[in-house]
């Protein structure tokens, strides 16, 4: 059982079915829940991120943890720092892959929280067309 899971979000489509995915992990498995986002900017536009991670929150069965920390120059660096200080035992994020690509790509980020990361990363599908389960899937990462 995992008993603690970290949850990148910047609020787009990928992260949120990222998040939606955490919870029903979490309702069949038990454990707890940190949603976290980092903020890029400074100041955000529109609603305050704790307010949004909040309401996301919501769906959740056991109120998640919200944190919010600043980026500084590396969002993977601070995602993998906030799940060393949590001791989180699974990281969950969303693919954001490109679509244009000849093979489907995971984004800058996830690929390398994937590849420095000392726990479990789970990347959960969202936009991003993902090969047969027989296929190959080392083209999402590339090298």
Known sequence: ??????????FNLCSLLAVQH???????????????????TENDDGEPAAVLLQKLGRQARR??????RPCGADVAAVILQVAN?????????????????????????????????????????????????GGRWQVLVGS
């Open 22 to 40: 955490t919870f029903n992990l979490t309702r069949a498995l038990g454990g707890h829940v940190t949603l976290l986002h980092v903020r890029e």
């Open 63 to 68: 109120t998640p943890e919200c944190v919010v």
């Open 85 to 133: 200080d949590l001791e989180a035992e699974l990281i969950v994020m969303g693919a954001h892959g490109r679509q244009e690509a000849p093979h489907p790509v995971l984004g800058r980020t996830v690929q390398q929280v994937m590849r420095a990361a000392v726990v479990p990363v789970q990347v959960v599908p969202g936009t991003l067309k993902l090969p047969h389960p």
């Open 1 to 10: 059982m995992m008993t603690h899971i970290l949850v990148a979000t910047d």
